[in-house]
C-alpha cells in the first residue's frame, strides 16, 4: 500500500502530529510538527518519508510459470468461496515488481530465502545459475539463504553468490563466465565450525540520501534435518532469536535504528486464501507455527519480518515483545505473489514508525498471467531453454490425466504413490537391493504432473524436463535393512518429535504398504500399530525388511532420525532414473492413470 505526499493547507498554517519510534526501546511519542513535514515520496525534506519494500520468498527457480496446482493462488471470494488464479512465472513477476516500483523514491527488495534449489530443470540442469542471472535483471537488493541454498553445499553456495564457473561442468555458454549475484546473501546463524564466523555477511544496510535500512537474514535452524548431511557439512546452525537479537544490537551500535529481518522460516494461516486475514479475530491470531514464537521473541529493535519455508501466504500483524505493532508476511512460493509493504521512516529518530495509525501495512499480490511480459526476461528464459532443449524436450512416458503432487494437499499423494512405485521397482530385484517396499519423503515431490502440455510435445506426454521438475534433487536410491519396529517407529516421526510434531510430513509409500493413519489422537498415537501392514500381513516388530529410500530419508533428513539407524545400505541409481524408467515401462501400453491413493486411510 502505497502512500500519496500531502498538500500544504493553503490558508492558514496548521501542525500535525507526527508519532516517532524512541530509539531502541520501540516505545512512541508525539511532537508537533508543520505540515510541510508530513511523510511522501515527494517530502524529500519532511519528518517522515515512506519506503516501499517489496518482498516475496521460496522462488525455487521457478522462471517459467509453474504447472497444475503449484501454479494457482487461491483467492477468497466476499460470498466466502474460493477462487483458483493461475499465477508466477518470472516474465510476470518483473513485470509486477517494476510496476509496483513507479512513483516510489525509495524502494527496496528483499527475500526470504529458497531463491535456488529445487529447482525445474531449466534452472537445475544449470545448477541455477539462469535463476541467479534473473534475479539480478528483478533487481533484488538482498536476501537470506534459505535451506535449500545448501542442496549443493556451501561451496556452491558462495559461487552463487562470487561467480565463476562450475568446478565440474564448466561455463555453459561459449565466452562468458557466470558472474554471481548482484544482490547480497545473508546468514547471520550459518557459522562455519571451524572458524566460528558466519559463512556470509549477518547483516545488509541499504541507503538512499539520509534513509538507512538494517536487514538481517537467517535460515531455519533446523536446516540440517532437511538438507543433504554432505550439503551442511563443517557448518553450524544458530538460534534464530537468539541471531537476530544479537544482530539487530550490532546494528543499533551502527547507528542504523530501522531494521528488518529476513528469516527461512514460517508459519501456518488457518486458511490457504492468500487475501485472509489473518489477524482474526486479533492481531496474529489466524496463524501457527514456528514462526509464531520467533516473532513474539525478536527484539523490538527489529520492525518487520519477512518470512519464508512453508509456502503460504499471510501478512499477519504479531506484537512485538514490548507491545507495539509488527509485521509478519511471507508471499507463498514460485513467484506466485509479492508483498508490497510501506514502511514510515522518521529521519529524526532513524527508525520506523509503529503506531496503531502508522504501523506497516503490508499487502500480498498476485502475479497475475494477465500482465505483459517482461522481454529481458522472455530473452533469459528462450536463451537458457535453446541450451537445455536437446536434453528437456526428449519424452519420457505419458499420463492420462493431472497426477497432483506438491499442489496436493492431501496426506497421501497421488504422485507420491507413483513415486515409490518406481523406486519399488528399480530396487526390488535382488541385485539391486532386494527392496520390499518404498518410502519417499513428501517434500522431494517439487511439482505435479500435468496432462496439458507445456510447449509442443503434446498433452499427456511427460518430457524429461517435466519429470526433472518433480524430482530435481538426483538423490541416490539407497536400500537398506530396518526391522519392523524401527519402521514403525519412522511413521510414527511423520506425526511426533521436534520436527514434525506440529506439522507432520507423511511419507508416500509403495503398493503393498497400508496402515491407518488416525488424526483424531495426537503425536505418535496417530499411527494404528496393528494396522501397518505389507502385502497384507502386519509388520512383525523383530523381523527385518529390505526398504528402499532416497539418501536424504536415509541420513535421517525431515525429522527420521530412525532412518539413520539402519544396517546393510545398498547404493542404487539416482531417483530421476528410477522415475523415468517407470515412466517409460508402465505406459509402453497405454498412458499411466493417476494412483487411486488408497494406501494410508486417513481418520479426521
Not at 501454479?71 to 477462487?83: F, I, P, S, W, Y
Not at 539520509?210 to 538481517?216: A, E, L, R
Not at 524436450?393 to 505419458?398: D, E, V
Not at 509409500?509 to 491407518?516: A, C, I, L, N
Request: with cysteine; aromatic share 6%.
Amino acid at each position: 500500500m502505497s502512500a500519496t505526499p500531502q498538500r500544504h493547507r493553503r490558508t492558514r498554517r496548521l501542525f500535525v502530529t507526527a508519532l516517532a519510534v524512541t530509539a531502541g526501546t520501540g516505545a512512541v511519542f508525539t511532537a508537533a510538527l508543520p505540515a510541510g513535514a508530513a511523510s511522501g515520496a515527494g517530502a524529500a525534506a519532511g519528518r517522515t518519508v515512506d519506503v516501499q519494500l517489496l518482498s516475496f520468498n521460496d522462488f525455487h527457480g521457478t522462471l517459467e510459470p509453474p504447472q497444475g496446482s503449484s501454479g494457482n493462488v487461491t483467492e477468497r471470494q466476499a460470498d466466502g468461496t474460493t477462487k483458483a488464479i493461475p499465477a508466477g512465472g518470472v516474465e510476470y513477476l518483473a513485470t509486477s515488481l517494476r510496476e509496483a516500483r513507479k512513483g516510489h523514491e525509495y524502494s527496496v527488495t528483499a527475500a526470504a530465502g529458497d531463491m535456488i534449489g529445487g529447482s525445474p530443470m531449466l534452472s537445475g540442469l544449470f545448477h541455477d545459475e539462469p535463476t541467479v542471472e534473473a534475479l539480478n535483471k528483478l533487481k533484488l537488493d538482498v536476501t537470506s539463504v534459505g535451506n535449500h541454498e545448501f542442496d549443493e553445499g556451501k561451496t556452491e553456495l558462495r559461487r552463487m553468490a562470487y561467480g565463476g564457473c562450475h568446478p565440474v561442468d564448466g561455463c555453459f555458454e561459449m565466452g562468458k563466465e557466470f558472474t554471481g549475484s548482484e544482490f547480497k546473501y545473508l546468514a547471520a546463524n550459518v557459522t562455519d565450525e571451524k572458524t566460528k564466523r558466519p559463512l556470509m555477511s549477518p547483516t545488509f544496510i541499504w541507503k538512499k540520501g539520509d534513509v538507512k535500512i538494517g536487514f538481517i537474514g537467517v535460515t531455519l535452524e533446523g536446516t540440517p534435518d532437511v538438507v543433504t548431511a554432505d550439503g551442511v557439512k563443517g557448518l553450524k546452525f544458530g538460534d534464530e532469536v537468539e541471531t537476530i537479537n544479537k544482530y539487530a544490537e550490532e546494528l543499533n551500535k551502527q547507528g542504523v535504528k530501522s531494521i528488518v529481518a529476513l528469516i527461512h522460516e514460517g508459519g501456518l494461516p488457518a486458511s490457504g486464501a492468500y487475501n485472509y486475514d489473518c489477524n482474526t479475530p486479533g492481531a496474529g491470531a489466524g496463524i501457527s507455527g514456528a514462526i509464531v514464537d520467533i516473532a513474539k521473541n525478536v527484539d523490538p529493535k527489529v520492525d518487520a519480518l519477512v518470512t519464508g519455508h512453508t509456502h503460504q501466504a499471510y501478512a499477519c500483524n504479531i506484537p512485538d515483545p514490548a507491545g507495539n505493532p509488527r509485521m509478519v508476511t511471507s508471499a507463498a512460493s514460485y513467484g506466485r505473489l509479492f508483498t508490497d509493504t510501506t514502511l514510515t521512516y522518521d529521519r529524526k529518530t532513524k527508525d520506523i514508525v509503529r503506531t496503531a495509525a502508522l504501523a506497516p501495512k503490508p499487502v500480498n499480490k498476485i502475479v497475475s498471467r494477465d500482465l505483459p511480459k517482461a522481454p529481458d526476461m522472455t530473452e533469459l528464459i528462450d536463451r537458457w531453454k535453446t541450451l537445455a532443449a536437446p536434453v528437456a524436450n526428449r519424452p519420457m512416458g505419458y499420463i492420462s490425466a493431472d497426477i497432483p503432487g506438491r499442489g496436493s494437499e492431501a496426506p497421501e499423494k497421488p504422485l507420491g504413490d507413483l513415486i515409490a512405485d518406481a523406486q519399488l521397482e528399480a530396487t526390488a530385484p535382488a541385485d539391486k537391493g532386494g527392496a520390499q517396499l518404498a518410502l519417499m519423503n513428501p517434500g522431494g515431490i517439487r511439482a505435479d504432473l500435468a496432462y496439458k502440455a507445456a510447449g509442443g510435445e503434446g498433452d499427456g506426454v511427460v518430457t524429461y524436463g517435466e519429470s526433472y521438475t518433480v524430482q530435481p534433487f538426483n538423490n541416490l536410491m539407497n536400500i537398506v535393512d530396518l526391522t519392523g519396529a524401527q519402521l514403525i517407529t519412522a511413521l510414527q516421526q511423520q506425526v511426533s518429535g521436534p520436527v514434525n510434531g506440529a506439522n507432520p510430513k507423511i511419507l508416500q509409500v509403495s503398493k503393498g504398504f497400508t496402515y491407518t493413519l488416525d488424526m483424531t489422537k495426537a503425536g505418535a498415537d496417530r499411527i494404528v500399530v496393528d494396522s501397518v501392514k505389507l502385502n497384507g500381513q502386519a509388520i512383525d516388530p523383530a523381523k527385518t525388511y529390505r526398504v528402499a529410500m532416497n539418501e536424504f530419508l536415509a541420513g535421517g533428513g525431515d525429522g527420521f532420525t530412525v532412518l539413520k539407524e539402519h544396517k546393510n545400505k545398498l547404493v542404487g541409481v539416482p531417483d530421476l532414473e528410477a522415475f523415468n524408467a517407470y515412466l517409460a515401462k508402465s505406459s509402453a501400453a497405454a498412458p499411466i492413470a493417476p494412483p487411486a491413493a488408497d494406501r494410508i486411510t486417513v481418520v479426521k
